[in-house]
């Protein structure tokens, strides 16, 4: 064999690995690469559920703590958890804390949710997204389940179903990301 025909079987085989390489992370990226503490928050894409809806992403927060939190209007814990998500909020946001809660219903929910919206007093950032993009790029579980994203935009905390966000231990967790442990309590 001539060192041609040796080269081009070696840049075969990288190209083989290269296709399977691209082909594994495109096909099985979430299982390759699991949402986890300490990783980059992935992106989201939602719609507000005002007439007309807007467009929302991830980056419409940059700098700020965000509660990212998928949920649905059918979902028991989602209800039980929603007041003491509020009640944080309306603490911390003035320091900088955003709560964005991603509705996962389905297409059409829009008025379902406005309901569900206007019952609980809800004044934190509500989206819609019923194709569940955000629950798959996010790897949800379960309803609810929330990621406290860094101003820097890395996953900080993960929690697997609903929460009492007005919790000392939740409370703490958001003045230290805030950075103002004195904050009220």
């Known amino acids: 064999m001539t060192a041609r025909?040796?080269?081009?079987?070696?840049?075969?085989?990288?190209?083989?690995?290269?296709?399977?390489?691209?082909?594994?992370?495109?096909?099985?990226?979430?299982?390759?690469?699991?949402?986890?503490?300490?990783?980059?928050?992935?992106?989201?894409?939602?719609?507000?559920?005002?007439?007309?809806?807007?467009g929302r992403t991830l980056a419409d927060y940059k700098g700020r703590v965000v509660i990212l939190n998928i949920w649905a209007t059918w979902c028991q814990p989602?209800?039980?958890?929603?007041?003491?998500?509020e009640k944080l909020y309306k603490e911390f946001a003035p320091q900088g804390l955003e709560i964005v809660a991603v509705s996962i219903d389905d297409a059409g929910a829009d008025q379902t949710i406005r309901d569900f919206v206007k019952e609980f007093g809800l004044t934190f950032t509500i989206l819609h997204d019923p194709a569940a993009e955000t629950a798959r790029r996010y790897q949800v579980t379960g309803y609810p389940e929330s990621f406290v994203i860094g101003r820097e935009g890395t996953i900080r905390r993960k929690v697997f179903a609903a929460t009492d966000w007005s919790s000392e231990t939740n409370r703490a967790l958001i003045r230290e990301l805030l950075g103002s442990s004195t904050a009220s309590r």
């Open 5 to 54: 025909q040796q080269w081009s079987v070696v840049l075969g085989v990288l190209v083989a690995l290269g296709c399977a390489l691209y082909a594994a992370t495109h096909f099985l990226g979430n299982e390759l690469f699991p949402v986890a503490v300490g990783m980059d928050a992935p992106p989201i894409t939602a719609k507000t559920i005002d007439a007309p809806p807007a």
């Open 78 to 85: 989602c209800r039980t958890e929603m007041p003491s998500m």
